[in-house]
């Protein structure tokens, strides 16, 4: 079945970095937009990032612009974030998720169970 | 940016009843490119509606949607116990994609 696994997520300390992975499985990866969307503890949800199946084009929420980027390895069916100047506003559950277009111009299809970064002196 | 304001903030129902969440955008949501979710405690969110009013694989019919421009609902007949829940809206048709605050739906 169609499955989104996250990994990467820890306590780390203001101005640090951080790198995200998200392992995808029973569908064709490489054919498919991609996203990261995160959740504050007890807040709503926030987008963050998309790329697209060949990872030619990617787009960021005003937050995170200059700070994170999102890759891919299509050779690994992994998804990437790597997160730096990270501040304690970034805290968050992060998921990835699914686009069904491979543009990453649709709603979001199938999600992960999300990995919790924590960022704290 | 477009902001999503959903009402109300929480709604106090019993299974069986029937609801209507409302979904208000602060500018035109292109091409209809709304979509609604829910999510339950510990759990990521699950897509229900996409496009304004198509159901997404496996839901039931239960749920229903409509809206065209600035203003969506989302109607639910005959809650069941697993519906009680938050529900987001979310837009996609302009960057940044943006998301309403929730409706949390709370058994009475």
């Known amino acids: 079945q169609v499955e989104l696994v996250e990994s990467g997520g820890g306590v780390v300390q203001p101005a640090r970095s951080l790198r995200l992975s998200c392992a995808a499985s029973g569908f064709t990866f490489s054919s498919f937009g991609m996203h990261w969307v995160r959740q504050a503890p007890g807040k709503g949800l926030e987008w963050v990032a998309v790329i697209s199946y060949d990872g030619s084009n990617v787009d960021y929420g005003d937050s995170v612009k200059g700070r994170f980027v999102i890759s891919r390895d299509n050779s690994k069916d992994t998804l990437y974030l790597q997160m730096t100047s990270l501040r304690p506003e970034d805290t968050a559950i992060y998921y990835c998720?699914?686009?069904?277009?491979?543009?990453?111009?649709?709603?979001?299809?199938?999600w992960g169970q999300g990995t919790m970064v924590t960022v704290s002196s | 940016e477009i902001v999503l304001t959903q009402s109300p903030g929480t709604l106090s129902l019993s299974p069986g009843e029937r609801v209507t969440l409302s979904c208000r955008a602060s500018h035109h949501v292109n091409n209809n490119y709304l979509a609604w979710y829910n999510q339950k405690p510990g759990q990521a969110p699950r897509l229900l509606i996409f496009?304004?009013?198509t159901r997404a694989t496996g839901i039931p019919d239960r749920f229903s949607a409509y809206g065209s421009g600035t203003d969506f609902t989302l109607t639910i007949n005959r809650l069941e116990p697993e519906d009680f829940a938050v529900y987001y809206c979310h837009q996609y048709g302009s960057s940044p994609r943006t998301f309403g605050q929730g409706t949390k739906l709370e058994i009475k």
């Open positions: 998720a699914k686009d069904p277009g491979p543009y990453g111009t649709y709603a979001f299809d199938v």
């Open positions: 496009a304004a009013s």
